[in-house]
């Protein structure tokens, strides 16, 4: 299968030419209005958007839109909308902290053992959600330098508690599978770095870019190699879709799952549960539903913290424990990303005594049973303040 045209380098780089069995990436309100994806008296409004943040949907996403569905939830993610310019309190540029976290540019070093490379801040779509919207575009997101790229891998070399690299963006798999292999070497060279996870939207909105280039670019013989793919909600999971993480999975490399909590898209269990239950189909795990960030212009789509829990909740009763997503936020200003579901255990005043909430909400007490009756003795239950 031959890619799409695809990034080289930092320098001259056109739109993302995308390739499609049927037309180009719509890109403007124009476009979308002569798609007939947007009425055209909405025109004047969606440009002040479109001017402020980048507008793209593929072919393979237009397709999907039923413009006669006013809540369509594949347009609700992608086409913009005049509360976007509308900052709620709470949101900013940066919500979950990169910047105060990038010792060098295209890198942030949040946790211990891992660290992200932004390798470039271009995607084929726009989502209308993106935490990192203020930074993703095709004006202000091109590929890492050169020079960026080698500071940027002197500082992970440096760090022999760098055990997994993260490589995001914008979406790293618009990178050629040239550009894609020569990261990969570069960072199999690095003994202390055991695992690659590429973080990427392309199997799902632009299937065709999985190239057979792009899967041996992938492969590292040093390291074990895993894609966090994201989608929201099961249309997105077409048969294009699912034959380009085939392609990712036979080539042996596991796939996991990121989705965002977005209201309008995915609140209710019926459509999350699809959702979930098409990933494991595709041979994905589930691994993350995040709540959504508090980027600038997003408060329309996003649900309140008790009903995400109450969703995911219900999905816990319903759904194979390989359905399971954790449910997360990321903490805004950068202290990192922490589990918010439903708890289901509740501790009692006496130590080993707690209380145990089954999935239908019955609650069941549960009396521990060790063979050190002493250790029993002195066992408290986490203290939510301790490290
Ligand atoms: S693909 Fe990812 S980085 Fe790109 S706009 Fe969507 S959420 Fe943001």
Same mark, same amino acid.
């Given at each position: ?30 476009? $979308? ?9 909405? $025109? ?72 992200? @490379? ?95 280039? @792009? ?39 596991? @796939? ?72 997360? @936020? ?58």
């Amino acid at each position: 299968m031959t890619p799409a045209a695809t990034l080289d380098s930092g320098a001259g780089i056109g739109p993302i030419a995308l390739m499609s069995k049927t037309d180009k990436p719509v890109t403007t309100p124009a476009g $979308l209005a002569a798609a007939g994806l947007i009425p055209p008296d909405e $025109l004047g409004r969606l440009e002040a958007v479109a001017a402020r943040y980048a507008v793209s949907i593929t072919p393979a996403m237009a397709e999907l839109i039923d413009p006669a569905d006013p809540a369509d939830p594949i347009a609700r993610q992608f086409v913009p909308d005049a509360r976007e310019l509308v900052t709620a309190p709470g949101e900013s540029a940066d919500p979950i902290g990169d910047t105060r976290h990038s010792p060098v540019p295209g890198l942030v070093h949040r946790y211990p053992d891992r660290v992200l @490379l932004k390798v470039v801040g271009m995607c084929p779509v726009y989502c209308r959600f993106c935490f990192r919207r203020e930074m993703v575009g095709p004006e202000q997101g091109a590929p890492l330098s050169e020079a960026e790229q080698s500071a940027a891998l002197a500082y992970v070399r440096e760090r022999p508690e760098v055990w997994e690299v993260i490589l995001t963006g914008g979406d790293p798999f618009v990178l050629s599978p040239r550009r894609i292999a020569e990261i990969t070497s570069a960072l199999s060279a690095i003994p202390h770095v055991q695992v690659l996870r590429w973080h990427t939207r392309v199997p799902v909105v632009d299937p065709q870019r999985v190239s057979d280039e @792009l899967v041996a670019a992938l492969r590292s013989t040093a390291q074990a190699v895993w894609v966090a793919v994201h989608a929201n909600h099961p249309r997105e999971l077409t048969p294009a879709a699912r034959g380009a993480c085939a392609r990712l999975v036979d080539a042996g490399i596991p @796939l996991v799952s990121q989705s965002v909590l977005l209201r309008g898209v995915n609140d209710d269990p019926d459509t999350l549960g699809a959702l979930m239950r098409a990933f494991v189909a595709c041979r994905i795990k589930p691994y993350y539903l995040h709540h959504g960030d508090l980027a600038p212009g997003t408060s329309h789509l996003r649900t309140t913290i008790a009903e995400g829990q109450q969703i995911v909740r219900r999905l816990r009763g319903r759904l194979s424990g390989l359905c399971q997503p954790t449910y997360v @936020l990321d903490i805004p200003g950068g202290a990192g990303k922490v589990p918010i579901g439903h708890c289901h255990v509740h501790p009692s005043e006496a130590p080993g005594d707690y209380c145990l909430e089954a999935s239908d909400g019955g609650r069941h007490s549960y009396r521990e049973s060790v063979g050190d009756q002493e250790q029993l003795a002195k066992s408290r239950p986490l203290d939510p303040g301790s490290p």
